[in-house]
Protein backbone atom coordinates (compact mmCIF):
# COMPACT_ATOMS: atom_id res chain seq x y z
CA UNK A 1 0.00 0.00 0.00
CA UNK A 2 3.13 2.41 -0.25
CA UNK A 3 5.06 3.69 -2.44
CA UNK A 4 8.22 5.66 -2.53
CA UNK A 5 6.88 9.31 -3.43
CA UNK A 6 8.69 12.43 -2.24
CA UNK A 7 7.03 13.91 0.78
CA UNK A 8 5.53 16.85 -1.51
CA UNK A 9 3.78 14.31 -4.31
CA UNK A 10 0.35 14.29 -3.07
CA UNK A 11 -1.26 12.16 -6.19
CA UNK A 12 0.48 10.51 -8.52
CA UNK A 13 -0.18 8.27 -11.28
CA UNK A 14 1.39 5.42 -12.87
CA UNK A 15 1.38 3.65 -16.31
CA UNK A 16 -2.71 4.12 -16.32
CA UNK A 17 -4.65 2.88 -19.00
CA UNK A 18 -8.49 3.87 -19.64
CA UNK A 19 -11.02 2.37 -21.84
CA UNK A 20 -14.84 1.92 -21.91
CA UNK A 21 -15.60 -1.71 -22.59
CA UNK A 22 -13.60 -2.45 -26.11
CA UNK A 23 -12.62 0.99 -26.75
CA UNK A 24 -9.50 2.76 -25.54
CA UNK A 25 -9.04 5.80 -24.82
CA UNK A 26 -5.70 6.29 -22.91
CA UNK A 27 -2.74 4.34 -22.18
CA UNK A 28 0.38 4.40 -20.00
CA UNK A 29 -0.26 7.59 -18.29
CA UNK A 30 1.82 8.89 -15.51
CA UNK A 31 2.48 12.00 -13.74
CA UNK A 32 2.78 13.97 -10.49
CA UNK A 33 0.60 16.37 -8.65
CA UNK A 34 2.72 18.44 -5.76
CA UNK A 35 0.68 19.08 -2.60
CA UNK A 36 -0.39 23.05 -2.91
CA UNK A 37 -0.33 23.12 -6.16
CA UNK A 38 -3.07 23.46 -9.19
CA UNK A 39 -2.16 20.76 -11.96
CA UNK A 40 -4.68 21.83 -15.12
CA UNK A 41 -5.32 18.52 -17.31
CA UNK A 42 -5.44 20.01 -20.71
CA UNK A 43 -5.88 18.98 -24.26
CA UNK A 44 -8.39 19.22 -27.34
CA UNK A 45 -11.86 17.39 -27.70
CA UNK A 46 -11.87 13.80 -27.02
CA UNK A 47 -8.32 13.70 -25.76
CA UNK A 48 -10.15 11.97 -22.44
CA UNK A 49 -9.41 14.72 -19.89
CA UNK A 50 -12.79 13.96 -18.42
CA UNK A 51 -12.28 10.39 -18.44
CA UNK A 52 -9.38 10.73 -16.72
CA UNK A 53 -10.53 12.76 -14.15
CA UNK A 54 -13.26 9.99 -13.44
CA UNK A 55 -10.27 7.60 -13.05
CA UNK A 56 -8.58 9.63 -10.22
CA UNK A 57 -11.70 10.37 -8.19
CA UNK A 58 -13.02 6.97 -7.93
CA UNK A 59 -15.69 5.99 -10.37
CA UNK A 60 -13.52 4.84 -13.55
CA UNK A 61 -11.78 1.64 -12.65
CA UNK A 62 -8.49 1.45 -14.94
CA UNK A 63 -7.65 -1.51 -17.20
CA UNK A 64 -4.09 -1.01 -15.87
CA UNK A 65 -2.08 0.85 -13.63
CA UNK A 66 -2.20 2.98 -10.41
CA UNK A 67 -3.75 6.08 -8.88
CA UNK A 68 -1.80 7.03 -5.50
CA UNK A 69 -3.04 9.35 -3.01
CA UNK A 70 -0.14 10.28 -1.12
CA UNK A 71 0.95 6.35 0.09
CA UNK A 72 -2.37 4.75 -0.50
CA UNK A 73 -2.79 3.15 -3.76
CA UNK A 74 -6.98 4.02 -4.68
CA UNK A 75 -7.71 0.95 -6.70
CA UNK A 76 -6.26 -1.70 -4.78
CA UNK A 77 -7.02 -0.46 -1.75
CA UNK A 78 -10.31 -2.06 -0.14
CA UNK A 79 -13.92 -1.28 0.06
CA UNK A 80 -13.31 0.50 3.39
CA UNK A 81 -9.91 1.93 2.65
CA UNK A 82 -11.24 3.66 -0.56
CA UNK A 83 -14.11 5.34 1.26
CA UNK A 84 -11.24 7.22 4.04
CA UNK A 85 -9.43 8.32 0.47
CA UNK A 86 -12.62 9.42 -1.00
CA UNK A 87 -13.46 11.27 1.86
CA UNK A 88 -10.29 13.27 1.57
CA UNK A 89 -11.56 14.36 -2.46
CA UNK A 90 -13.83 17.33 -2.68
CA UNK A 91 -15.60 17.14 -6.86
CA UNK A 92 -17.18 19.72 -8.94
CA UNK A 93 -17.96 18.43 -12.29
CA UNK A 94 -19.69 21.01 -14.67
CA UNK A 95 -23.38 21.11 -13.93
CA UNK A 96 -22.74 21.64 -10.18
CA UNK A 97 -24.91 19.47 -9.08
CA UNK A 98 -26.81 21.52 -6.42
CA UNK A 99 -30.17 19.99 -5.56
CA UNK A 100 -32.26 22.24 -6.81
CA UNK A 101 -35.23 21.62 -3.55
CA UNK A 102 -32.79 22.51 -1.60
CA UNK A 103 -31.22 26.19 -0.89
CA UNK A 104 -27.49 27.01 -0.48
CA UNK A 105 -27.26 26.14 2.78
CA UNK A 106 -28.68 23.11 3.02
CA UNK A 107 -26.62 21.89 -0.33
CA UNK A 108 -23.53 22.88 1.44
CA UNK A 109 -24.56 20.78 4.97
CA UNK A 110 -25.60 17.60 2.84
CA UNK A 111 -21.98 16.38 3.00
CA UNK A 112 -21.58 17.70 6.75
CA UNK A 113 -25.04 15.60 7.88
CA UNK A 114 -24.32 12.39 5.82
CA UNK A 115 -20.34 12.37 7.15
CA UNK A 116 -20.20 13.68 10.79
CA UNK A 117 -21.49 13.94 13.74
CA UNK A 118 -21.82 17.46 14.43
CA UNK A 119 -24.46 19.63 15.42
CA UNK A 120 -27.68 20.86 13.51
CA UNK A 121 -26.27 24.17 14.43
CA UNK A 122 -22.48 23.25 14.35
CA UNK A 123 -23.49 22.70 10.24
CA UNK A 124 -24.99 25.62 9.98
CA UNK A 125 -22.33 27.26 11.14
CA UNK A 126 -19.32 25.17 9.14
CA UNK A 127 -21.69 25.40 5.80
CA UNK A 128 -22.16 29.45 6.37
CA UNK A 129 -18.48 29.71 6.54
CA UNK A 130 -17.62 27.38 3.14
CA UNK A 131 -20.15 30.04 1.92
CA UNK A 132 -18.48 32.75 2.87
CA UNK A 133 -15.37 31.38 1.72
CA UNK A 134 -16.48 31.28 -1.84
CA UNK A 135 -18.06 34.80 -1.81
CA UNK A 136 -21.83 34.09 -0.46
CA UNK A 137 -22.00 35.33 2.72
CA UNK A 138 -25.81 36.42 2.67
CA UNK A 139 -26.83 34.27 0.26
CA UNK A 140 -27.79 30.91 2.32
CA UNK A 141 -31.49 31.15 1.80
CA UNK A 142 -30.80 31.11 -1.70
CA UNK A 143 -32.02 28.52 -4.20
CA UNK A 144 -30.03 27.29 -7.37
CA UNK A 145 -32.93 28.65 -9.89
CA UNK A 146 -32.20 32.33 -8.06
CA UNK A 147 -28.28 32.13 -9.20
CA UNK A 148 -26.54 32.91 -12.00
CA UNK A 149 -24.34 30.77 -13.48
CA UNK A 150 -20.70 31.99 -11.86
CA UNK A 151 -22.52 31.62 -8.48
CA UNK A 152 -23.39 28.09 -8.88
CA UNK A 153 -20.30 27.23 -9.73
CA UNK A 154 -19.15 28.92 -6.71
CA UNK A 155 -22.07 27.14 -4.39
CA UNK A 156 -20.86 23.96 -5.75
CA UNK A 157 -16.94 24.42 -4.92
CA UNK A 158 -18.28 25.44 -1.28
CA UNK A 159 -20.31 21.67 -1.41
CA UNK A 160 -17.56 20.49 -2.67
CA UNK A 161 -15.20 21.91 0.26
CA UNK A 162 -18.10 20.86 2.97
CA UNK A 163 -15.48 18.32 4.49
CA UNK A 164 -12.41 20.12 4.22
CA UNK A 165 -10.81 18.05 1.57
CA UNK A 166 -6.79 18.01 0.72
CA UNK A 167 -7.38 17.81 -2.88
CA UNK A 168 -10.18 19.44 -5.01
CA UNK A 169 -10.98 18.24 -8.58
CA UNK A 170 -12.73 20.30 -10.99
CA UNK A 171 -14.62 19.66 -14.55
CA UNK A 172 -14.30 22.70 -17.16
CA UNK A 173 -15.10 24.73 -14.14
CA UNK A 174 -15.30 27.95 -16.40
CA UNK A 175 -17.64 25.74 -18.84
CA UNK A 176 -20.32 28.69 -20.00
CA UNK A 177 -19.30 31.46 -17.94
CA UNK A 178 -18.87 34.89 -19.10
CA UNK A 179 -15.34 36.46 -19.26
CA UNK A 180 -15.93 37.92 -15.89
CA UNK A 181 -17.40 35.71 -13.99
CA UNK A 182 -14.72 33.22 -15.22
CA UNK A 183 -11.68 35.29 -14.19
CA UNK A 184 -13.73 35.66 -10.85
CA UNK A 185 -13.79 31.66 -10.51
CA UNK A 186 -9.63 31.64 -11.14
CA UNK A 187 -9.10 34.49 -8.73
CA UNK A 188 -11.11 32.15 -6.00
CA UNK A 189 -9.52 28.83 -7.03
CA UNK A 190 -5.56 31.15 -6.70
CA UNK A 191 -6.84 32.88 -3.50
CA UNK A 192 -7.82 29.39 -1.98
CA UNK A 193 -4.84 27.24 -2.87
CA UNK A 194 -2.45 30.53 -1.68
CA UNK A 195 -5.00 30.75 2.17
CA UNK A 196 -5.73 27.19 2.49
CA UNK A 197 -3.10 25.34 0.80
CA UNK A 198 -5.43 23.14 -1.15
CA UNK A 199 -4.35 21.29 -4.16
CA UNK A 200 -6.07 21.61 -7.39
CA UNK A 201 -6.55 19.20 -10.31
CA UNK A 202 -8.59 21.35 -13.25
CA UNK A 203 -9.79 19.75 -16.50
CA UNK A 204 -9.95 22.95 -18.72
CA UNK A 205 -9.25 23.73 -22.48
CA UNK A 206 -9.78 27.49 -21.87
CA UNK A 207 -6.44 29.24 -22.40
CA UNK A 208 -7.38 32.36 -19.91
CA UNK A 209 -7.68 29.80 -17.05
CA UNK A 210 -4.78 27.60 -18.20
CA UNK A 211 -2.88 30.47 -17.69
CA UNK A 212 -4.10 32.44 -14.96
CA UNK A 213 -4.62 28.98 -12.39
CA UNK A 214 -1.88 26.40 -13.62
CA UNK A 215 1.35 25.79 -11.46
CA UNK A 216 1.97 22.82 -13.72
CA UNK A 217 -0.36 20.82 -16.17
CA UNK A 218 -0.36 17.65 -18.52
CA UNK A 219 -1.13 17.49 -21.99
CA UNK A 220 -3.70 14.61 -23.92
CA UNK A 221 -2.97 13.71 -27.21
CA UNK A 222 -6.21 11.93 -28.54
CA UNK A 223 -3.96 10.80 -31.42
CA UNK A 224 -1.73 8.76 -29.45
CA UNK A 225 -3.80 8.61 -26.51
CA UNK A 226 -1.41 9.69 -24.18
CA UNK A 227 -0.16 11.66 -22.07
CA UNK A 228 2.99 13.91 -24.52
CA UNK A 229 4.00 15.88 -21.49
CA UNK A 230 4.20 17.49 -18.40
CA UNK A 231 5.22 21.43 -17.48
CA UNK A 232 3.85 24.66 -16.59
CA UNK A 233 1.41 26.21 -19.52
CA UNK A 234 4.05 29.33 -19.62
CA UNK A 235 7.28 26.84 -19.92
CA UNK A 236 5.51 24.56 -22.72
CA UNK A 237 4.50 27.45 -25.03
CA UNK A 238 8.25 27.80 -26.01
CA UNK A 239 9.93 24.69 -24.75
CA UNK A 240 7.88 21.69 -25.72
CA UNK A 241 9.31 19.66 -28.45
CA UNK A 242 5.40 19.10 -29.37
CA UNK A 243 4.24 21.40 -32.20
CA UNK A 244 0.89 20.31 -31.29
CA UNK A 245 0.92 21.27 -28.18
CA UNK A 246 2.90 24.31 -28.76
CA UNK A 247 0.28 25.11 -31.10
CA UNK A 248 -3.00 24.36 -28.64
CA UNK A 249 -1.51 27.08 -25.99
CA UNK A 250 -0.90 29.81 -28.56
CA UNK A 251 -4.56 29.35 -30.51
CA UNK A 252 -6.04 32.41 -30.55
CA UNK A 253 -3.59 35.01 -29.40
CA UNK A 254 -0.75 36.62 -31.66
CA UNK A 255 1.14 37.59 -28.19
CA UNK A 256 2.06 33.89 -27.32
Known amino acids: ?79 EEKEAILRSFGVLFQGGALWSSMNLLENVSLPLETYTELSDSEI ?54 DPLSSRRLDDLINELKESLGITFVVVSHELASIFEIADDSIFLDSKSQTLLQQGSPAWLIDNSEHDHLRSFLRRGSSSR
Open 124 to 177: ADVAAYKLGLVGLAGHEEFYPSQLSGGMKKRAGLARAMALDPEILFFDEPSAGL
Open 1 to 79: MTDGSSQNTILRVENLDLSYGQHKVLSGVSFEVEEGSCLVIMGGSGCGKSTLLKSLVGLLEPTRGEVFFNSSNLWASSP
